[in-house]
């Protein structure tokens, strides 16, 4: 029996209870995520009911506590995101998936139907009925602040632009944009196309769907597989032309540069395109400099050391590839500044802004390259907020469910309150989803990309040189 075919045979209940139990039987992040995340505490208080009481969680109750884990990336542990996927995926197996979660999940849909007319949802949004109406059938919650949809989404705009072409110059970059950035915040992923283009990097749009995390989270895993199978063959299709990969989402870039690819290295292609024995599992040394691989016996480890069965069914060499060769936008310009082939002046922007790096960056581990990009610009004030396990809170769509909103709120507003005690001017980060959530918690106080400040800071040159 294959891993996926064995994952197949559990419910989404014995799933949950063996992460409850390996979490219980280590208890370091009872302390570690007590702050900072609302699966862990909650599964805590169950174990202790469990122990006082002598009684098993119900199976509501472990429902819920898998939906309390947002795939942030914080927890330690790998193998239990894999648990708590692959008991979404048994659920929905199990029950099917409500309305309302298919049509929060499925950014992309939602998107192309908001951008076709609107004026229509814009309208429709500022009338409370009508909005509270809407809200209920997607069962987004009451308080719960929607954007507004713009005239003209991103893909729209790089097709009349030209950007769905191949350059024919080199260096060029395969731009993988995100749902967020496309159809609620085009002026994002305008932004980057602006920054790279003065930098002389040639600009190429290939086709692109949601990246998958808005379903995975859902465990939606057909539609997921669908979306995935597409981006990596499209992705990978531009890197073989001389494209190199880039994406300015956070969330999009953790999803295939971390989540895609864990486990892939025990597959039985790639143990066989490394040249591993008949008991051996190799494993390659991910230790800077190094390099070559770690052997281990298949005897002893094959049982444990095996492909994420929720990404089994695709091809685990294209996924490392991609992997591998895909960059966040902010890194591929640090890289460009390390090389000297980017504009290491900037024109002048004054004001006093706070940075906060979101949880998918952070667990790209690729260091702070936005804050190092903004430094370059003269009379900007740049500071951190922020620690390593600190969370807006948001999770993407499910920061607008009705059962999450209000966990959501309670777990961003200790963020928040550092940023309201240091008064920024503004706001400055990567991810658009703490972007909604900080409109949310702070109207007050306006939230940019960092892309958007260095546009702004390029503008302010070419406009003093013309």
Request: glycine share 8%.
């Amino acid at each position: 029996m294959n891993q996926e075919a064995d994952q197949e045979q559990k419910s989404s209940s014995t799933l949950i209870r063996q992460v409850v139990e390996a979490c219980a039987d280590c208890d370091t992040c009872r302390f570690l995520m007590d702050e900072s995340c609302l699966f862990f505490p909650e599964l805590y208080r169950l174990y202790d009911r469990e122990k006082q009481a002598g009684l098993p969680a119900a199976e509501k109750d472990l429902h819920r506590l898998a939906d309390m884990c947002t795939l942030c990336g914080l927890c330690p542990c790998s193998d239990i995101r894999a648990g708590i996927i692959g008991a979404k995926i048994a659920r929905v197996r199990e029950k099917g998936l409500p309305l309302s979660a298919r049509l929060l999940s499925d950014v992309e849909t939602a998107g192309r139907w908001g951008c076709r007319f609107p004026g229509f949802f814009n309208t429709l949004f500022r009338v409370p009925g009508a909005a509270q109406t809407v809200k209920r059938m997607a069962g987004i919650a009451r308080d719960r602040k929607l954007p507004g949809i713009p005239k003209e989404n991103f893909f729209s705009w790089a097709a009349r632009k030209g950007l769905n072409r191949n350059p024919g110059r080199q260096p060029k970059i395969a731009y993988f944009a995100g749902c967020t950035a496309a159809y609620l915040f085009p002026e994002v992923a305008r932004a980057a196309v602006a920054v790279l283009e003065h930098n002389d990097i040639g600009v190429y749009v290939p086709p692109q769907r949601c990246c998958g995390m808005p379903t995975l989270l859902e465990g939606e895993k057909k539609r997921t597989d669908r979306r995935v199978k597409k981006n990596l063959k499209s992705l990978l299709d531009a890197a073989a032309l001389g494209c190199d990969p880039v994406c300015s989402c956070p969330t999009c870039g953790f999803f295939m540069k971390v989540l895609l690819k864990e486990g892939a290295v025990y597959s039985d292609a790639y143990q066989k395109a490394v040249n591993a024995g008949t008991d051996e599992i190799r494993i390659p040394d991910s230790r800077p400099g190094k390099g070559g691989y770690t052997s281990l016996q298949k005897s002893m480890y094959g049982k444990i050391l095996k492909d994420n069965p929720y990404f089994s069914g695709i091809d685990p060499l294209a996924r490392i590839k991609l992997s591998e060769k895909i960059s966040d936008t902010g890194q591929y310009m640090e890289s460009l500044h390390q090389q000297g082939r980017l504009d290491p002046n900037p024109g002048r922007i004054s004001g006093r802004m706070m940075y906060f790096a979101p949880c998918h960056q952070r667990e790209q581990n690729i260091g702070s390259p936005y804050e190092n990009l903004l430094a370059l610009i003269p009379g900007l004030e740049l500071s951190r907020v922020g620690g390593a396990m600190d969370c807006c809170g948001m999770g993407g769509s499910l920061g607008f469910k009705e059962g999450f909103h209000e966990k959501s709120i309670r777990l961003g507003r200790r963020l928040a309150e550092k940023i309201r005690a240091a008064a920024p001017e503004a706001i400055v980060t990567d991810c658009l989803s703490c972007r909604l959530q900080f409109r949310h918690l702070m109207p007050e106080i306006p939230v940019f990309h960092p892309l958007e400040i260095l546009k702004k800071a390029y503008d302010k040159k070419e406009a003093k040189n013309d």
